[in-house]
T-cell receptor
Framework: GQSLEQPSEVTAVEGAIVQINCTYQTSGFYGLSWYQQHDGGAPTFLSYNALDGLEETGRFSSFLSRSDSYGYLLLQELQMKDSASYFCAVPHTGGFKTIFGAGTRLFVKA | NAGVTQTPKFQVLKTGQSMTLQCAQDMNHEYMSWYRQDPGMGLRLIHYSVGAGITDQGEVPNGYNVSRSTTEDFPLRLLSAAPSQTSVYFC???????????FGPGTRLTVL
């Protein structure tokens, strides 16, 4: 079956760096995506890794290790507005379906 | 571009009623999908479509029907609403597939 595991909560201080991990188990691997969701809002696409390594987009970076079935989202120079839930997601079953993790709630403190 | 739009934003139904949640996108995306999100949980795939006339089931399809007569529209129909269908429903679209999806604002549904 398909499953993803990520921590339920992470707390960090404004200006700091935080890493949110995701381990996955899927039948056929197509890549790892990350989404951000603020309370009451819709998920917003952040990044997608199909190959091993680090992808950087501004303050956010995402890493993938296919041999370890593991990835992480790295948020730098944390701001209060980064307080949100972060979901990892993997396509499976021919790449047409997606399973989402339960989400990591990030609290950024002043 | 309006992106992905959903109507209504809020809906209250009684058990046994039927209704259709509307979803439209103006980005000419071939891939569209419906998810439900329950409190404190991730999103679960209900149905998806890879193009007009083509739909398939996701993880939790029971109690829901979809159709895709045009590229733009992907409505979700609740056949006979049950309290277990109380949830937030998100529609999403993508030009590539499920790896890079753009979500609508959601419909908050309560079934009494």
């Amino acid at each position: 079956g398909q499953s993803l595991e990520q921590p339920s909560e992470v707390t960090a201080v404004e200006g700091a760096i935080v890493q949110i991990n995701c381990t996955y188990q899927t039948s056929g691997f197509y890549g790892l995506s990350w989404y951000q969701q603020h309370d009451g809002g819709a998920p917003t696409f952040l990044s997608y890794n199909a190959l091993d390594g680090l992808e950087e987009t501004g303050r956010f970076s995402s890493f993938l290790s296919r041999s370890d079935s593991y990835g992480y989202l790295l948020l730098q120079e944390l701001q209060m507005k980064d307080s949100a839930s972060y979901f990892c997601a993997v396509p499976h079953t021919g790449g047409f379906k997606t399973i989402f993790g339960a989400g990591t709630r990030l609290f950024v403190k002043a | 571009n309006a992106g992905v739009t959903q109507t209504p934003k809020f809906q209250v139904l009684k058990t046994g009623q039927s209704m259709t949640l509307q979803c439209a996108q103006d980005m000419n995306h071939e891939y569209m999908s419906w998810y439900r999100q329950d409190p404190g949980m991730g999103l679960r795939l209900i149905h998806y479509s890879v193009g007009a006339g083509i739909t398939d089931q996701g993880e939790v399809p029971n109690g829901y029907n979809v159709s895709r007569s045009t590229t733009e529209d992907f409505p979700l129909r609740l056949l006979s609403a049950a309290p277990s269908q109380t949830s937030v429903y998100f529609c999403a679209s993508s030009s590539r597939g499920p790896d890079t999806q753009y979500f609508g604002p959601g419909t908050r549904l309560t079934v009494l």
